[in-house]
C-alpha cells in the first residue's frame, strides 16, 4: 500500500475521534443487544412458579400485590429450555441473508432498524408471556433476526472506518460489548426484579434499545466523507489508509467455487465452530459448574458468574490493542499476529480448564481458573474474529455471515451435548465435557496454523467487469 500520501497515525487523535466514538456506540448497542438476549434466563427465577400451583385462593394481599408486580407463570423446564434457546435460531437463520444483504443495502438503516425492531419485541415480552408460552417463544425468534442483522452488518463498518493498522483495537471494542453485556445483566437484573418487578427488567432494556436506535439514526455516516462533524485530519488519514479498499453498494457476485475450496476460508470456519464451542459451554454452564463445585447461594452465585465476562471484555479491548501494536510495529507478520492471537483464544482456555479440573482444591483456585478459562478466550478477537477482513475484504459480509453461522451451530451443539451428558453421566459429567471441548480447540488449532493466511485470497480480488 502507498503511504506517502497519507496522514502519520502519530498526528491524528484516537480517543476524541469519530471512529472511536462509532466503535464505542457498536460496544452499547452490543451490550443492550446482549442484555436483551440473556435478561430471560435469570427472569425466569422469578417468572416461573416451581414450588406451587398458580391461582391458590387463599393467597394474601401482600403476596397477590407481589403477583400484580411479578407475574407468576406455570411453565415446564421443557418449555423454559425452549425458550431460552429460541432466540439462537432467530440469529442463526438471519446470518447469511444479512452479510450479503450488508453489501447492497444501507448499513445505517438496517442496524437501526434492526436495533429498534429487536428492542421493540423486548417491550412486548411481558405482555406476549400473558398470552401465553408460544407468544413468548415466537417474540424471542422474531428478536433473535433482528439481532442477527445488527451483529453482522456491524461488522461491515470496518470496511471504511477502520484503517488497517487500527482494525484490531475497532473491531475488539465494538465487539467487546458482546461480553460486557452478560456482566452488566448478571449485576442488575436480579435488583430490578426485586425492587421493581420483573417486567421492568424487559422494559428498562428495550427503552434503551430505541433510545440507542434514534440516536444511531442521527449521528451514524456510513462514509467518512459525508460526515459532518469528522475534521479534516482525520477523514484523510482514514480515506488515505484504505485507498486501495474495494468497497460498493451494487448486486454481489459471489464466487462460491471458489470460496468452498479456500483453505484459509475452512480453517477460520473450524476455528469459528470451536471458539463458539468453548464459549457458549462457558457462558451458560458458568452458574451450575459454580453450584456444583462451590454450593453458594444465588445472589452470589450471580456475582461469581459475572466476573469471567468482565474479564473477557477487559482481554477483548487488550487483544485487539496488541495485535494492532505488533502490526504497526512490524513486530510480526500479519499472519503471525493471527496465528498468535488465535492460539492464545484457543490453547489458554483448554489449559486453565485442564486446571479447573485437577488443580482446582480450593475456593479460590476453582475462581481464578473459572474465570481465566472463560474469559482468555477473548484473545481469539485479535486473530479468527477478523481474519475473513484480511483474507477477503470485498465479500466481508456475506462471509462473516458463513462463519458466524457455523460458529453459531457450534455454540447449539455445546449446548445440546453438554446437557445430554449432564442428564445421563451421574459420575464424572464434568470431565468429559471440559475434555470434549479441549479436543475440539486443539483439533482446530493445529488446522489453522498450518492452513491460515493473512493476505487477500486471488479469487477475493476485483477484476476488470466484475461489479460488487
Request: glycine share 6%; aromatic share 12%.
Given at each position: ?343 492464545l483464544g484457543l490453547l489458554l482456555p483448554s489449559l486453565f480448564s485442564l486446571c479447573l479440573l485437577y488443580l482446582s482444591s480450593s475456593y479460590y483456585a476453582t475462581i481464578i481458573f473459572l474465570i481465566l478459562a472463560n474469559s482468555t478466550g477473548s484473545f481469539a478477537m485479535g486473530g479468527i ?84
Open positions: 500500500m502507498q503511504v506517502d500520501n497519507q496522514v502519520s497515525p502519530g498526528k491524528v487523535p484516537y480517543f476524541c475521534s469519530v471512529r472511536y466514538g462509532i466503535a464505542v456506540f457498536l460496544l452499547l448497542c452490543n451490550v443492550i443487544i446482549m442484555s436483551q438476549r440473556v435478561c430471560l434466563s435469570l427472569t425466569m427465577i422469578a417468572m416461573v412458579n416451581s414450588t406451587e400451583p398458580h391461582g391458590l385462593s387463599n393467597t394474601s394481599t401482600k403476596e397477590l400485590q407481589d403477583n400484580i408486580k411479578n407475574p407468576v407463570y406455570n411453565w415446564s423446564t421443557e418449555i423454559q429450555g425452549i425458550m431460552l434457546s429460541s432466540i439462537f435460531y432467530g440469529v442463526l437463520i438471519s446470518q447469511i441473508p444479512a452479510g450479503y444483504l450488508s453489501g447492497i443495502y444501507s448499513l445505517k438503516k438496517m442496524i437501526g432498524f434492526a436495533l429498534l425492531l429487536s428492542s421493540l419485541f423486548t417491550l412486548l415480552l411481558p405482555l406476549a408471556a400473558e398470552f401465553g408460552e408460544i407468544l413468548v417463544i415466537i417474540c424471542r425468534v422474531i428478536k433473535g433476526l433482528f439481532q442477527g442483522i445488527t451483529l453482522t452488518t456491524q461488522q461491515v463498518i470496518w470496511i471504511k472506518w477502520a484503517p488497517p493498522l487500527e482494525l484490531g483495537r475497532l473491531t475488539a471494542l465494538s465487539l467487546s460489548g458482546l461480553l460486557l453485556g452478560p456482566c452488566i445483566v448478571l449485576l442488575i437484573t436480579g435488583f430490578i426484579c426485586d425492587s421493581l418487578g420483573w417486567p421492568m427488567v424487559f422494559y428498562i432494556f428495550g427503552a434503551c434499545g430505541c433510545a440507542l436506535s434514534v440516536l444511531w439514526f442521527i449521528l451514524f455516516y456510513e462514509d467518512p466523507k459525508d460526515h459532518p462533524f469528522i475534521s479534516n485530519r482525520e477523514k484523510e488519514y482514514i480515506t488515505s489508509a484504505l485507498t486501495q479498499q474495494v468497497s460498493s453498494s451494487t448486486l454481489i457476485k459471489v464466487p462460491i467455487k471458489a470460496m468452498l475450496k479456500s483453505t484459509p476460508l475452512w480453517v477460520i470456519s473450524l476455528c469459528n465452530f470451536a471458539f463458539f464451542w468453548s464459549n457458549t459451554f462457558l457462558s451458560i454452564y458458568i452458574p451450575i459448574y459454580i453450584d456444583y463445585k462451590l454450593h453458594v447461594d444465588v445472589e452470589e452465585n450471580g456475582l461469581l458468574s459475572s466476573l469471567p465476562h468482565l474479564f473477557a471484555w477487559i482481554f477483548a479491548v487488550l487483544a485487539g490493542y496488541m495485535a494492532d501494536i505488533f502490526q504497526t510495529r512490524n513486530t510480526f507478520s500479519l499472519v503471525t499476529i493471527r496465528k498468535l492471537f488465535t492460539s474474529i477478523i481474519n475473513v477482513l484480511d483474507i477477503a475484504p470485498r465479500y466481508y459480509g456475506f462471509l462473516r455471515g458463513i462463519t458466524n453461522v457455523i460458529g453459531l451451530t457450534g455454540g447449539l451443539i455445546a449446548s445440546t451435548v453438554t446437557g445430554i451428558i449432564l442428564s445421563e453421566d451421574a459420575e464424572s459429567p464434568w470431565l468429559k465435557i471440559f475434555l470434549l471441548m479441549i479436543a475440539n480447540n486443539m483439533i482446530s488449532l493445529i488446522f489453522y496454523l498450518i492452513f491460515a493466511k493473512a493476505e487477500v485470497q486471488e479469487w477475493a480480488k476485483e477484476r476488470q467487469n466484475t461489479y460488487l
